[in-house]
């Protein structure tokens, strides 16, 4: 016993080095987090699952939220995964180095050209969830000039002519409404947005209001931004929730563990004011907004 328990040792010391950055002062909680997780945690995850709702299960005393059928908290809640133990591969088909922190992979495809990173996935699963509701017209973004950019003007033919911080719309294309042309604005949206055009653009929220879809920001350059795509609550009103990631290199969406509180992982729960520590990301301030 004794060899494998210093095998598993040299494993998470590997972790440590790979995971020391400029916050190297933040990382002790988090090896606790991966030592208490490798070693003994209540498990939450049905393996079977081929949804965010059905593969993580309740805590006790524990209950889902009530969301109308066609919104878009039910559509995250209700978003297709990858068989159990699916792999974070890059968008050039290589495996990401840290295969621990997920316990789930949403069935979103990474496209090659490397461009759907953190930002870019959340903002396509919005995207889609318009398209998919029938609301096309909703669908639409600021780049980070902070000119508006809509699905509805690139469909009918207009392109933006940018110069510096100055962007222009010019009808240079025919009108074209399909599916692969909204990809294709997509990308139009991938390199000229991301998390703070989003931050500036979107509405703030405090922790109490949270609902499912709001996002966990950290505005910087480049900064980082992560999803709420489930929230359950207990008779006393204290709430969990599920974060989900994009990353940078572009790589597929996951559903993150909680190292931090590995007792509830993957739920976490937030405080105002308080840092929340993802096995990504350390963000220093609780900020959240919400697509509009």
Not at 112 to 117: E, I, K, P, R, T
Request: charged residues 20%; proline residues 5%; glycine residues 6%.
């Amino acid at each position: 016993m004794k060899k494998y328990f210093l095998i598993g040792l040299g494993v998470i010391a590997l972790i440590v080095i790979l995971r020391m950055n400029s916050r190297g002062k933040q990382l002790t909680n988090h090896v606790k987090g991966i030592i208490e997780n490798t070693i003994s945690t209540p498990s939450y995850i049905n393996e079977l699952g081929d949804s965010i709702s059905t593969r993580v299960t309740l805590p006790k005393g524990y209950k889902r939220t009530v969301y109308p059928k066609e919104s878009f908290q039910e559509y995250l809640r209700h978003y297709r995964l990858k068989n159990h133990g699916s792999p974070i591969i890059n968008y050039d088909n290589s495996r990401y180095f840290a295969q621990h922190w997920h316990d789930a992979i949403l069935e979103i495809p990474v496209p090659a050209n490397g461009l759907q990173q953190c930002a870019d996935a959340l903002m396509r699963m919005r995207a889609e969830y318009l398209w998919d509701a029938n609301r096309k017209d909703e669908i639409g973004f600021n780049f980070t000039s902070g000119h508006y950019c809509s699905w509805k003007k690139y469909a009918k033919g207009y392109r933006p002519k940018i110069r510096g911080n100055k962007v222009t719309f010019h009808k240079t294309a025919s009108p074209n409404s399909s599916k692969a042309n909204f990809y294709k604005y997509l990308n139009l949206i991938y390199t000229y947005a991301g998390t703070l055009s989003l931050y500036t653009e979107l509405p703030k929220i405090k922790v109490k209001d949270l609902t499912i879809g709001d996002m966990l920001v950290n505005p910087g350059t480049p900064g980082h931004i992560e999803i709420i795509v489930d929230e359950i609550v207990n008779d006393k009103g204290m709430k969990l929730f599920l974060l989900a990631q994009g990353n940078t290199p572009a790589q597929n969406v996951c559903l993150l563990k909680n190292f931090e509180d590995t007792s509830i992982s993957p739920w976490y729960r937030f405080s105002e004011n308080v840092a929340v520590y993802t096995p990504s990301y350390h963000f220093e301030e609780s900020l959240f907004i919400r697509f509009k």
